[in-house]
Nanobody
Framework: QVQLVESGGGLVQAGGSLRLSCAAS????????MGWYRQAPGKQRELVAS???????NYADSVQGRFTISRDNAKNAVYLQMNNLKPEDTAVYYC???????????????WGQGTQVTVSS
């Protein structure tokens, strides 16, 4: 089993910054893609940013230039630096990881419990 634990959410004024962290633990052989998703009230969960093991990244258009995703493969961790936050960034942010628990077991996707980010205007 694999657990993802997020931290770093909170309340911030528009224009401020927050840094989210997510650490994976448990039965881990390798982690390919890691990413951050968010879900605002009444909306579907959406991809915010993702990063694969080589370091290649992908961002939603709405956060491009404001958010930066990074990872520490040695710590099985992924981070999201969020700058110039806007009220529309308010949502629960979820960490996601594609994990192989052994070389012969197929990759499975795991989710964190979510962390609330609230941006006031």
């Amino acid at each position: 089993q694999v657990q993802l634990v997020e931290s770093g959410g909170g309340l911030v004024q528009a224009g401020g910054s927050l840094r989210l962290s997510c650490a994976a633990s448990g039965s881990i052989f390798s982690i390919n893609a890691m990413g951050w998703y968010r879900q605002a009230p009444g909306k579907q969960r959406e991809l915010v940013a993702s990063i694969i093991s080589s370091g290649s990244t992908n961002y939603a258009d709405s956060v491009q230039g404001r958010f930066t995703i990074s990872r520490d493969n040695a710590k099985n961790a992924v981070y999201l630096q969020m700058n110039n936050l806007k009220p529309e960034d308010t949502a629960v942010y979820y960490c996601n990881a594609a994990v192989k628990s052994s070389s012969i077991i197929r990759e499975l996707r795991y989710w964190g419990q979510g962390t609330q980010v609230t941006v006031s205007s």
